[in-house]
């Protein structure tokens, strides 16, 4: 028996958040949900974006699969997702990008992960004004947080027989900051002498991702090229609703889905859970359930690429119960 921390989320969140439940369910785990809400609509009802119980809840737990959320404007965190990567120190954004069959791409072979620094970078929010027509950000990168960032992109490369991992930076013109984390990199690297380390600048990364993205296996760089090199590589797969991911710590990780809480279809049961249920997949792999977890993306894979019971974004016309639904069947058969 599992205790997973369950959080809806708002806008399309509890309902594709309802669907990962029953996709996990369906492989006969046995799960306790611990069921708490963030969110705006937990600060609409009670004047807080995320409720003491949603902390005690993580902390007791240490595991989390979490639904889109969104972050009222003007109060509060400025994420909520981003609040809890740094209260638990959840350094490691992990985003595996795959082509799948049955979803039109210019791109047939993708098949890849970035890692992301989580907790440092020109996210840490240290700005300030320097008068009317002027301010500036200060940009954090630290020896610890590089090096436990890289060291993590290296061991997924062993456990997954991978034989490259490229370093993203722009060490050539930042030579303090990003030269700082390079140089960590071929640190690590050194420990791992059976694993090619590449090295490239972030704007001929962006290129080379467009034109020949099945050359990379393995990207690690910090925060805010993470940011964006994960979601390019979405792209490359057929968009956010088909990408899973997870921030994960030493103690604790939380699974989530990339993309935002789309409130133009929220109950209109609409939406794409593809995201979400991958992400429990991973969830379940991370807790050493692998052969339940391939189960799921097995027949996630299956029912997109029969192309009957997708949403409308992935092609089709099915709703997200019917999808959802066409999912278990698979599992259950």
């Known amino acids: 028996m599992y205790n997973i921390t369950l959080i809806p989320g708002d806008g399309i969140g509890p309902e594709v958040t309802n669907s990962a439940k ?15 809400n963030a969110g705006a609509d937990v600060y609409t009802e ?30 509060g965190f400025r994420s909520i997702n981003v609040a809890l990567r740094k209260k638990y120190d959840l350094f490691s954004n992990v985003r595996p990008l795959k082509t799948i069959s049955g979803i039109k791409t210019p791109f047939k072979d993708v098949d890849l992960v970035v890692f992301r620094e989580n907790t440092e970078g020109l996210y840490s929010g240290i700005e300030r004004s320097i008068s009317n027509d002027s301010a500036e950000a200060i940009k954090v990168i630290t020896r610890k947080a590089s090096l436990r960032i890289v060291k993590a992109a290296f061991e997924y490369a062993v456990t997954n027989n991978k034989k490259k991992v490229t370093v993203v930076h722009k060490a050539n013109i ?7 984390f390079l140089d960590c990199a071929r640190e690590v690297s050194k420990d791992y002498s059976h694993i090619e380390l590449e090295e490239v600048i972030v704007d001929n990364m962006c290129m080379q991702l467009v034109m020949n993205p099945s050359q990379f296996q393995v990207i690690v760089t910090t925060n805010l090229y993470g940011d964006i090199l994960s979601d390019l590589c979405a792209g490359l797969v057929g968009g956010l609703g088909v990408v899973p991911g997870a921030n994960i710590g030493d103690n604790m990780a939380i699974f989530e889905a990339v993309h935002g809480s789309a409130p133009d279809i929220a109950g209109k049961n609409a939406a794409n859970p593809t995201a979400l249920i991958l992400s429990g997949a991973m969830m379940l792999n991370y807790l050493g359930e692998k052969k339940k977890s391939d189960i799921i993306i097995n027949a996630v894979l299956k029912t997109i690429g029969e192309g009957k019971y997708i949403t409308k974004d992935l092609g089709g016309s099915s709703s997200t119960i019917e999808m959802t639904d066409a999912i278990v069947e698979k599992i259950l058969a």
């Open 174 to 180: 930042m030579k303090l900051t990003d030269g700082l």
């Open 46 to 75: 009670k004047g807080v974006l995320v409720p003491d119980e949603v902390f005690k809840s993580l902390e007791k737990n240490k595991i989390a699969l979490k639904g889109p959320i969104t972050t009222p404007v003007g109060c």
């Open 22 to 36: 029953k996709v996990i369910e369906a492989t006969g785990l046995k799960i306790n949900w611990d069921i708490v």
